[in-house]
């Protein structure tokens, strides 16, 4: 029920509450007065009586025309009950009205009481019927939007169901993401060891007939890239189950930029890009060293690749709200259709070199987003691929 006819059926039950004790008090009301008038005319014929004895017959008389009583003899000192009379009997014509009204009003207020109490149970009963439909059609994935129906007894219900709905949708919707993204994951699985494997069989065969090194180099490069895969595929599995752990304490952000450079040395070389780290004081934030040096490593070696010859740059700076990494390339940035796509999982962009299994960004955005962090990539405006990550105060 809304609000408004919840107040009326609480204003029916007061009202006839209300009717029923006045009728109460009217009847009570009327009885005293009449004990009143039986008491004063009893003081005053007893003292007459007993002054003039001879005006009994007299009084007794007057009070028979007057009730249409018949005189009894009782004891002299109540007057009237000796003569037969009753307190009733000098209420005169207004006691018959006043049981009227007092009856009407108790009948009136009952009859009121039930109105309104049956009133209630039906308004209670369409609400009841109503959450049920509600139901009914969330089961067979009709429901609608549940409009609010006022306040009263059936809104925590009604929120309550509509809150339990809501998340089963979003638990199937999530399940169904989960069955298609599984699904695209085996697909992208397959294509990604379909094409080591051919190059190994095609070595292979060339090894059979003419034995070459460099069959024997393609070889252990396929198998590098195999290995490579299976370690980044264990690693989203333990990412997807949530059964990787990261251990956060503070790490100066300097400190963390140059361990992830010092792992890629030997790659600089061999691209002839150098890396440029300026020491710009300490500033820490609250991260696993290991995992988030892995994402950093994966995002200068992305500057790499595109960047030979050139420099990467990186830069940092903290506030109150949070610590900003910047990591940047003077080479020719992203292609445009490709930025909203970098951090899915084996997107390889069109730019992408050989040989990579476009995981590498991916597994930064997971690492990076389980610290209370954000990362965006975007082209610099006067040219090159700039990556940017934030990691929150709160």
Known sequence: MSGRKNILVTFGFVLSIVLVAAAVSVLLASYHYSLLQFKLLNVICGEVVEQEPKTKNIISAALKEYTGGNPDSVAKED???????RVSDFSGGASLPNILFAATGVLTGILLFIVTFWYRNKMETIRIR?????LEQANTGRAAILSASGEDEFSKLEDEIYKTVTFLYQTKEKALQ???????N????????????????????MMKQNMDYKHLEQVEKQLLRLTHLEDALLLLSRIDAGTLHLQRNEVDVFTLLVLAADNLQELFVSFCTSVDIPEQGEMLVTVDLDWTMEAVMNLMKNCMEHNHGGTVHCSYAQNPLYTEIQIWDDGEGFAKEDIPHLFERFYRGKNACEGGIGIGLALSKEMIERQNGTIQAKN??????LFEIRFYSH
């Open 380 to 385: 610099k405006p006067d040219g090159g691929a």
């Open 186 to 205: 085996l697909s992208n699985i397959a294509h990604q060891l379909k094409t080591p494997v051919t190059a190994i069989s095609l070595s292979a065969q």
């Open 79 to 85: 007057m009237l009950s000796a003569l037969g009379y």
């Open 130 to 134: 109503a959450l049920a439909e509600y």
């Open 178 to 184: 989960a069955k298609n993204d599984f699904a695209d």
